[in-house]
């Protein structure tokens, strides 16, 4: 078995984690390899933001003023690392979806490369994550867009992998139907 495929089978989400954290050194190293992922003419549409520390609380303050509530909301405390992972649409013959495609799979694979490294991820959304409020907090342009957060952690000690039902490949890979004869 190559390492690729026992990270992939060993990964799993970790919705509780410490307050242990990798460094942003640590994490320029796996960023940059997971930038290498499939890239429609290399545009490089995705940045990241890094969230530590008081930054959680103004997520927490535009998840309120996004869900039109007051004070801040203490789901961004539940790690003490959110990586935000924004598409970038460049202007191009590539289109958008396309686009968020690569931002998605760099989401992946970093989630992939801090887990193999140690750390515990889970890749959070809510119905807050695309609005006015959330894109203002974190400086969005007019031509991006958020795709959730990955939330980054120290796997907790003494904590069994939860079981994850294995994928049977085979409902997941068909072949094309037969063309309709005089079609
Ligand atoms: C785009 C995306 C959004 C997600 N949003 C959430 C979320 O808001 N809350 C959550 O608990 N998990 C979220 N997840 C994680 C999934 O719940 C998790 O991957 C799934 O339960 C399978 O668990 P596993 O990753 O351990 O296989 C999200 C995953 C993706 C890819």
Known sequence: MGPALEAVRARRS??????????HDELLTLVSAAGRVADHSSLRPWRLIELRGSDREVL????????????????????????????SYRKSKVPRWEQEAVASGVAHTLSLLLDE????VLWRTGDYTRSKAVAKAHGLGKNEELLGWLYVGGKPPRVRPGRRKAVDARHHVKRMPKPKKNA
């Open 14 to 23: 970790w919705s509780k984690v410490t307050d242990a954290a990798p460094t």
């Open 60 to 87: 927490g303050r535009a998840i309120n003023k996004a869900n039109g509530s007051s004070g801040a909301s203490d789901k961004p405390l539940r790690a003490p690392l959110l990586i935000a992972v924004v598409a």
């Open 117 to 120: 490294a140690g750390w515990g």
